[in-house]
């Protein structure tokens, strides 16, 4: 079955960028997501990338694909505080089934 | 636009109590309905998918005896806990889709703000 990776745990100092990646492992998802999740909130999408694309650049979001690789990465430039969360991605199940297969997310500690 | 309520926010009840918990599609119409649950500091585990007026698809190990789902309308889902424990103490989120353009891939959920159970 479909499996997303992410590394579990990112501490930066405001202003900093983060980066936040990914591994997937379905090759053939047309789409793959980001999600936000505040604390003690649910989760909220934050971007998407079409798989035909390499980059999406959304104000300090930057969004790069490595189709060959599997490697999803969001980039947060200028961070900051309100930027700390958990940052889930995701890709749909092979299945056809509406499903999506989430990382184990990856918390982002953004320190002043 | 695309916004899913959860009611309540947070409950506590005592054990061997059912719990009802609210997921609604605010200005959309959804399709499908998913539940979660989620542990502290861990993924989201999915428990179940409901479409609208049909039986609900429990993920492996998801008791739906205990876990009773109903997506009775296009906008509204709900997942009571029958006989509730202690280790069914957690953070219940909904998410909603509209459903797909047939092209696979399209996926977009859209979550509540989740529901906080805590049975003692």
């Known amino acids: 079955g479909e499996d997303v990776e992410q590394s579990l745990f990112l501490s930066v100092r405001e202003g900093d960028s983060s980066v936040i990646n990914c591994t997937y492992t379905?090759?053939?998802?047309?789409?793959l997501y980001w999600y936000k999740q505040e604390p003690g909130a649910g989760l909220q999408l934050l971007t998407y990338i079409f798989s035909n694309m390499d980059m999406k650049q959304d104000q300090r979001l930057t969004v790069l694909l490595n189709k060959k690789d599997k490697h999803l990465s969001l980039r947060i430039a200028d961070t900051q505080t309100g930027d700390s969360a958990i940052y889930f991605c995701?890709?749909?199940?092979?299945?056809?089934?509406?499903?999506?297969?989430f990382g184990q997310g990856t918390t982002l500690q953004v320190k002043p | 636009g695309a916004v899913v309520s959860q009611h309540p926010s947070r409950v506590i009840c005592k054990s061997g109590t059912s719990v009802k918990i609210e997921c609604r599609s605010l200005d959309f119409q959804a399709t499908t309905m998913f539940w979660y649950r989620q542990f502290p500091k861990k993924s989201l585990m999915l428990m179940a998918t409901s479409n609208e007026g049909s039986k609900a698809t429990y993920e492996q190990g998801v008791e739906k005896d205990k876990f009773l789902i109903n997506h009775a309308s296009l906008t509204l889902s709900t997942l009571t806990v029958t006989s509730a424990h202690p280790e069914d103490s957690s953070f219940y989120i909904c998410?909603?889709?509209?459903?797909?353009?047939?092209?696979?891939?399209?996926?977009?959920?859209?979550f509540g703000p989740g529901t906080r159970l805590t049975v003692t």
């Open positions: 379905d090759s053939s998802s047309t789409y």
């Open positions: 995701a890709e749909p199940d092979s299945g056809n089934t509406g499903k999506l297969i």
């Open positions: 998410s909603a889709s509209s459903g797909t353009s047939g092209i696979r891939g399209s996926y977009e959920q859209y």
